[in-house]
C-alpha cells in the first residue's frame, strides 16, 4: 500500500481539487498541474429547495 | 413514481419541441392577424406590466408606438394617454408572439407571421428596425416613427409579395444552418440574414414594386446584421408553444424580460399560463464607446425565447466570434454552452454545433436540474440605456434570477401535494 502511494507521488501528478479553492491554490502554488471542479451543494444548500426536490423523487 | 411520472411528461414535451417544424408563411398587420389585438392595445416584451412600473426604454417605445400610430401627438400626451388606462398593456406571450428589447407593437405594424407545421399552432413578431435609435430600445424621435411608417408603407407590403412568390420559408432548416456558419440565433444573425436575403431577392427582384423601393428594402435588409432575429424569436417561439400545458411537466416553455421583472411558465404549471416573476438582472458585458453599467437598463426582451428553445447562449460554442461583443473568450463561449447540457432534459436533434463534434444544443430547461445544480440558464442579450430614447449601449450575458426557478418548482410541488401525489 505504501509503495503505492510512494510510486504515485514520484510520478507528475495532476490534480482535482474539489471543495475550497485554496487547497488547490498551494498546490498551483508548487507548479502542480490543478483543475478546480466547480462544486456547490445541492440547491445552493438551501433545506427548503432539497426537501422540495427530495419530494419529486 | 412521481419522477417516473415527471421525465414521462418531460420526454412528450421534448418530443414535441424537437418535431416541431416553424416556417414564415405570412406577412400581416398586426390588427388584423394577431389574435385579440385591438387598436387601443399595445403588446410588450416580457411578464405582464403596468405603466407605473415600465422602465424607461419600454416607456419610450410605448410613447413612440402611440405617436406612430397618431393617437397622441407628443411625449406628453402619450404619456397622459397610458396613465388615463385607455390603453390595454399585454404581453406579446399573451398573444402568441415575442417582441425583441421593449418589444411594442401595435395595431399598424407589419408582423411576421409563422407556422408550425408538425402541429398547426401560429406566433408572430414584428420586422426588425435595424440598429441605432430605433422603438424596441426606447427611442421616438422623428426618424424612429418615419421608419415605422417606412415599414408599414414599404418594407412589409413588399416582403409579403415577395414571400408569396418565394412560399412558406423553413425557419428550422434556416436556423441549423445558421448554427453552422458561426450563428447562435440571438446575439449573432450575421449568417442567418444573409441566406435570408439571399433566398428572399430574387422574389423582392419580381415584386410590382418600384424598383427603388427594391433598392431600399435589400439596402435596409443588409445594413442590419440583426433583420433574421425577428424570425428566429418566433420560430422558438412557435416551436415551444406546441409544448405548453403537458401535466406534470417541469419543461420551461416561456422566459422572458419586460425590463422591470424577468419572468418564466413551465409546461406542467396551470396550462404553461403561470409567471413566475424576480427583479431582472443587470447585464455583465461590454460597452459602446462613452457608455458604462451607470447607463444600463435591467434586462430586457423577448429574445430570450432563443435560449429557451436551445439556441443563443446555449449554441454559444458555435459562435465564438460573439465574444468580441459580450465579452469573454471562446473558451467561455464553449463553457456556457456545456454546462447548459447541466440543466436541460435533452439535447437537440437538428441544432448542432460543429465545434462539440456536432453534438445537440442543449434543450429543455427542467427546473428541477436548475434549482438542484444552481446553475442557470445562460442568456446572451443586448443592454438597453436606462432612459428612453438612447438606444442600445452594449450588449452581455445576464442569467435569470434563481426566485423564478424556485418559485416555480415549490408552486409544482404544492400542485402535486394538492392531487396527492406526493
Known amino acids: 500500500m505504501m509503495s503505492n502511494i510512494n510510486e504515485l507521488f514520484g510520478k507528475e501528478l495532476k490534480v482535482i481539487n474539489m471543495g475550497l479553492d485554496s487547497f488547490g491554490d498551494d498546490l498551483k502554488e508548487q507548479n502542480i498541474k490543478t483543475v478546480q471542479?466547480?462544486?456547490?451543494p445541492p440547491a445552493g444548500g438551501s433545506k427548503k429547495m432539497m426537501s422540495l426536490l427530495s419530494k419529486l423523487k | 413514481m412521481v419522477m417516473e411520472k415527471i421525465n414521462a411528461a418531460n420526454d412528450k414535451a421534448l418530443e414535441i419541441i424537437l418535431n416541431g417544424q416553424p416556417s414564415l408563411v405570412g406577412i400581416?398587420?398586426?390588427l388584423d392577424v394577431v389574435p385579440g389585438m385591438t387598436e387601443k392595445t399595445l403588446l410588450h416584451a416580457g411578464p405582464p406590466i403596468t405603466w407605473d412600473k415600465a422602465s424607461g426604454p419600454l416607456r419610450g417605445?410605448?410613447?413612440?408606438?402611440?405617436?406612430?400610430?397618431?393617437?397622441?401627438?407628443?411625449?406628453e400626451s402619450a404619456t397622459k394617454l397610458l396613465e388615463s388606462g385607455e390603453i390595454t398593456l399585454d404581453p406579446w406571450h399573451h398573444h402568441d408572439g415575442v417582441g425583441p428589447m421593449a418589444g411594442v407593437a401595435s395595431a399598424s405594424m407589419p408582423v411576421f407571421i409563422i407556422k408550425n407545421e408538425t402541429y398547426g399552432n401560429y406566433s408572430y413578431c414584428t420586422l426588425n428596425e435595424g440598429l441605432g435609435k430605433v422603438l424596441r430600445f426606447g427611442a421616438y424621435?422623428?426618424?424612429v416613427i418615419d421608419r415605422l411608417?417606412?415599414?408599414e408603407r414599404v418594407l412589409g407590403p413588399l416582403l409579403k409579395e415577395a414571400l408569396e412568390l418565394h412560399g412558406p420559408m423553413d425557419l428550422k432548416t434556416l436556423i441549423a444552418q445558421m448554427l453552422q456558419m458561426g450563428d447562435e440565433g440571438h446575439n449573432r444573425n450575421k449568417s442567418g440574414t444573409g441566406m435570408f436575403i439571399r433566398a428572399i431577392a430574387p422574389h423582392v427582384a419580381a415584386t410590382s414594386f418600384d424598383l427603388q423601393d427594391k433598392i431600399d428594402v435589400l439596402k435596409f435588409m443588409d445594413s442590419n446584421d440583426h433583420f433574421v432575429l425577428n424570425l428566429t424569436m418566433p420560430a422558438c417561439k412557435a416551436t415551444l408553444d406546441a409544448a405548453k400545458g403537458i401535466p406534470y411537466s417541469t419543461i420551461v416553455t416561456t422566459q422572458a424580460r419586460n425590463g422591470t421583472e424577468f419572468g418564466i411558465r413551465v409546461s406542467g404549471i396551470e396550462g404553461g399560463d403561470r409567471w413566475f416573476t424576480a427583479p431582472a438582472e443587470y447585464i455583465d458585458g461590454l460597452y459602446f464607446p462613452g457608455y458604462s453599467q451607470e447607463d444600463a437598463n435591467p434586462d430586457i426582451g423577448d429574445s430570450v425565447i432563443t435560449e429557451t428553445a436551445g439556441i443563443g447562449g446555449f449554441a454559444m460554442a458555435t459562435a465564438p466570434a460573439i465574444v468580441q461583443f459580450v465579452g469573454g473568450t471562446p473558451q467561455d463561449a464553449v463553457n456556457y454552452s456545456t454546462s447548459m447540457y447541466e440543466i436541460t432534459h435533452g439535447e437537440n436533434n437538428v441544432y448542432q454545433i460543429p465545434f462539440l463534434n456536432f453534438r445537440g444544443t442543449a434543450t429543455g430547461i427542467d427546473i428541477r436540474k436548475v434549482v438542484e445544480t444552481g446553475i442557470l440558464p445562460v442568456i446572451n442579450t443586448g443592454i438597453a440605456h436606462k432612459d428612453p430614447g438612447?438606444?442600445?449601449v452594449g450588449a452581455g450575458i445576464v442569467r435569470p434570477p434563481m426566485?423564478?426557478?424556485?418559485?416555480?418548482l415549490q408552486a409544482f410541488v404544492e400542485m402535486l401535494e394538492k392531487e396527492g401525489l406526493v
Open chain 2, 390 to 392: 438612447v438606444g442600445q
Open chain 2, 28 to 30: 400581416g398587420k398586426c
Open chain 2, 61 to 75: 417605445a410605448m410613447m413612440g408606438a402611440l405617436i406612430y400610430e397618431g393617437l397622441a401627438e407628443d411625449e
Open chain 2, 141 to 143: 424621435n422623428k426618424e
Open chain 2, 149 to 151: 411608417k417606412w415599414m
Open chain 2, 403 to 408: 426566485k423564478c426557478y424556485e418559485d416555480a
Open chain 1, 37 to 40: 471542479m466547480r462544486w456547490r
